[in-house]
């Protein structure tokens, strides 16, 4: 993977960040505590996002950065993941069984 598909991945996972972020507000399954998550997920990805965007144009050898790069980027993946499950199991548990 060179830093062009590397920033695509990130483009990607914004677009799930924040389409998910107003699926849980849509959902009204996102309180204080979520939203807190969740900005700090972004503001991780965005860290992550300046440093691989720096690194480019400064021509830095994408070999030599790549592992860290991947590294926190992996780490911001679970991090949403496990945001996603814990609303998820939250609106489960929530939800009020159907009566017939």
Not at 33 to 61: F, M, P, S, W, Y
Not at 84 to 93: L, T
Request: glycine letters at 4%; a negative charge.
């Amino acid at each position: 993977m060179d830093q062009i598909e590397f920033l695509a991945k990130l483009a990607d996972l914004s677009r799930r960040i924040d389409a998910r972020s107003k699926e849980f507000k849509e959902r009204g399954a996102f309180s204080d505590v979520h939203r807190e998550i969740a900005n700090r997920i972004r503001q991780h990805h965005d860290q992550l996002r300046v440093k691989v965007e720096g690194a480019v144009c400064e021509g830095a050898t994408w070999g030599l950065i790549k592992a860290e790069f991947v590294r926190d980027y992996h780490g911001l993946f679970d991090d949403l993941l496990k945001f996603e499950e814990e609303i998820d199991a939250e609106a489960m548990k929530n939800r009020k069984p159907r009566t017939i």
